[in-house]
């Protein structure tokens, strides 16, 4: 997988969507894994007595979804400095979220960009926001460390 270089994003540059199925066991498991023992994330009953008519994904999911989302646009060796989000509709087994983005911004001085994103599902937006992220340039030829060369 490359990452993405500082100098070759531009200001609204689009990420590629991401189609992710919310299945019960993404929002059971995603609950047990981020320790959120809430009964509406794994009791369908629970759920449904808060009005609910099953289980919904929890915000600690979404922020992973969300972390993978711009981070596999960006590449492995971009580092998530700030991560903005906000919660709206439910994410309900049966629906499928849709991950959309873009570049909004970018920092020369400190080599970073600012994505915005949105999670969409049947109900509307689940989540929305903004992830700050640093990206690599490349070295020059010549200012490469010589970390070779005292051998």
């Known amino acids: 997988m490359k990452t993405r270089c500082f100098d070759e994003v531009q200001v609204g540059d ?3 969507e991401l189609a992710i199925p ?9 609950a047990l894994a981020s320790r959120d023992y809430t009964p509406v994330h794994h009791d ?4 449904q007595a808060q009005g609910m008519s ?8 979404t922020n992973g979804l969300v972390g993978r989302y711009v981070t ?14 906000k919660l709206g ?10 991950m959309a983005g873009s ?6 001085a400190r080599g970073e960009v600012v994505v ?8 509307g937006n689940h989540v929305t926001g903004t992830i700050r992220v640093a990206l690599p340039r490349p070295q020059a030829a010549g200012a490469r460390s010589s970390e070779g060369s005292a051998r």
């Open 14 to 16: 689009a990420l590629p």
């Open 22 to 30: 919310i299945t019960t066991t993404l929002v059971v498991g995603g």
């Open 44 to 47: 369908k009953a629970a759920a």
């Open 54 to 61: 099953d289980v919904f994904m929890n915000i600690l999911t």
């Open 72 to 85: 596999d646009w960006a590449g492995p060796d971009a580092l998530v400095r700030n991560v903005a989000i």
């Open 89 to 98: 509709a439910p994410n309900l087994p049966g629906d499928t979220m849709k």
């Open 103 to 108: 570049v909004k911004s970018k920092d020369e």
């Open 116 to 123: 915005e994103v949105a999670g969409k599902n049947g109900w």
